[in-house]
C-alpha cells in the first residue's frame, strides 16, 4: 500500500513538472485547475471598454487631485496625505512647494473652485499608458487670502482659464495626475 502511495505521488510530481499550468494531482474532486499561459496572454478586453475605463479612472484621479489640493490649500498643509492618492512626481512636488510657498507668506486659499474636464486624448499602447485631460478651471470664487484677516493677496485675482492634465497608469494599476497647467494666457 505504501509503495503504491509513493510511486502514485511520483507519477503526480512527474506529470505536474511535465504540465505545470494545466492541473494538480489530485483525485478529482480536489483537482484545481490554473491557469494556462494562453489564458495569460490572451488579448485584453474590448477596446473601446477599455479606453472607457481608462477615462473614468483618469477623470477620476483629476477629480480627486482637485479636491486633494483643495482641501490641502485651505488647512495649509502641503504634506497631506490625500495628495500623494492623486498626484504623482513632478506635479506633486510643485502642488507642495505651492503651498509651503503660501504658508510661509501667512497666505491660504479659501473659497470654491469650478471644474468642467474633458479628455483630449488616450494612449493605452505607450508605456505608460497616458490620458490627457483639457479643463475650464473657473477660479473666481477660489482666492488667495491672509490667513490671519482673510483680505485677499494683491495680485491674485482669479478667472476662468484652459488648464491641461495627464493621467498616467502607473505599474501598480493606479491612475495619476503627473503633469498640469493652468494656461493664464488663454481664458475660457
Same mark, same amino acid.
Not at 80 to 95: G, K, N, Y
Not at 129 to 153: G, S
Given at each position: 500500500?505504501?509503495?503504491?502511495?509513493?510511486?502514485?505521488?511520483?507519477?503526480?510530481?512527474? !506529470? %505536474?513538472?511535465? /504540465?505545470?499550468?494545466?492541473?494538480?494531482? *489530485? #483525485?478529482?474532486?480536489? &483537482? =484545481?485547475?490554473?491557469?494556462?499561459? +494562453?489564458?495569460?496572454?490572451?488579448?485584453?478586453?474590448?477596446?473601446?471598454?477599455?479606453?472607457?475605463?481608462?477615462?473614468? !479612472? %483618469?477623470?477620476? /484621479?483629476?477629480?480627486?487631485?482637485?479636491? *486633494? #489640493?483643495?482641501?490641502? &490649500? =485651505?488647512?495649509?498643509?502641503?504634506? +497631506?496625505?490625500?495628495?500623494?492618492?492623486?498626484?504623482?512626481?513632478?506635479?506633486?512636488?510643485?502642488?507642495?512647494?505651492?503651498?509651503?510657498?503660501?504658508?510661509?507668506?501667512?497666505?491660504?486659499?479659501?473659497?470654491?473652485?469650478?471644474?468642467?474636464?474633458?479628455?483630449?486624448?488616450?494612449?493605452?499602447?505607450?508605456?505608460?499608458?497616458?490620458?490627457?485631460?483639457?479643463?475650464?478651471?473657473?477660479?473666481?470664487?477660489?482666492?488667495?487670502?491672509?490667513?490671519?484677516?482673510?483680505?485677499?493677496?494683491?495680485?491674485?485675482?482669479?478667472?476662468?482659464?484652459?488648464?491641461?492634465?495627464?493621467?498616467?497608469?502607473?505599474?501598480?494599476?493606479?491612475?495619476?495626475?503627473?503633469?498640469?497647467?493652468?494656461?493664464?494666457?488663454?481664458?475660457?
Amino acid at each position: 500500500m505504501r509503495g503504491r502511495q509513493l510511486r502514485r505521488a511520483a507519477i503526480c510530481l512527474v !506529470a %505536474a513538472v511535465a /504540465a505545470m499550468p494545466i492541473t494538480g494531482c *489530485a #483525485s478529482g474532486r480536489e &483537482a =484545481v485547475e490554473r491557469p494556462t499561459a +494562453a489564458r495569460d496572454n490572451e488579448p485584453p478586453t474590448d477596446p473601446d471598454v477599455e479606453r472607457q475605463a481608462a477615462e473614468k !479612472a %483618469a477623470l477620476g /484621479a483629476y477629480s480627486g487631485y482637485l479636491a *486633494a #489640493s483643495r482641501a490641502a &490649500a =485651505v488647512r495649509s498643509d502641503p504634506r +497631506a496625505p490625500e495628495l500623494s492618492r492623486f498626484l504623482a512626481d513632478p506635479l506633486l512636488t510643485r502642488v507642495q512647494v505651492s503651498i509651503r510657498d503660501a504658508k510661509e507668506h501667512g497666505a491660504m486659499r479659501t473659497g470654491t473652485l469650478q471644474s468642467d474636464p474633458t479628455v483630449t486624448a488616450v494612449s493605452l499602447d505607450t508605456k505608460p499608458a497616458t490620458v490627457e485631460i483639457q479643463d475650464c478651471l473657473d477660479t473666481t470664487r477660489y482666492r488667495l487670502v491672509y490667513a490671519k484677516d482673510k483680505r485677499p493677496v494683491p495680485g491674485s485675482g482669479g478667472g476662468r482659464h484652459l488648464s491641461t492634465a495627464t493621467a498616467t497608469r502607473y505599474p501598480d494599476g493606479r491612475w495619476l495626475i503627473n503633469a498640469g497647467t493652468t494656461h493664464r494666457d488663454q481664458p475660457c
